[in-house]
């Protein structure tokens, strides 16, 4: 059964950092690709949230334009972690982060953590 939990989200200001975690249940990363994705105000509609970063697999990384530079999305297989790294944050940056786990196309969802950019 997997299960996903996030934490890390706060109130920052521009420019400050903040490191997310997503403990990922019965997860395994080397079958699983793992994501963060976000939504201005948290939709629960899967299709309106924006990507963020991944990892997959193999390890390699990707990111979404907006975030590029900026965030860094890591795995800590001996905690079953997944982090995003979030630096530079802006005011635009605001919103709720989901950490996705995606086995061929079969998605699972946290229930998100809430990031706020604002001075």
């Known amino acids: 059964q997997v299960q996903l939990v996030e934490s890390g989200g706060g109130l920052v200001q521009p420019g400050g950092s903040l490191r997310l975690s997503c403990v990922a249940s019965g997860v395994d990363f080397g079958v699983y690709h793992m994501a963060w994705y976000r939504h201005p105000s948290g939709d629960e509609r899967v299709e309106e949230r924006e990507f963020v970063a991944v990892s997959t697999t193999t390890g390699r990384t990707n990111y979404g334009n907006s975030v590029k530079g900026r965030f860094t999305i890591s795995t800590d297989n001996a905690k079953n972690t997944v982090y995003l790294q979030m630096n530079n944050l802006k005011p635009e940056d605001t919103g709720v982060y989901y950490c996705?786990?995606?086995?061929?196309?079969?998605?699972?969802w946290g229930q998100g953590t809430q990031v706020t950019v604002s001075s």
């Open positions: 996705n786990a995606d086995l061929a196309g079969c998605d699972y």
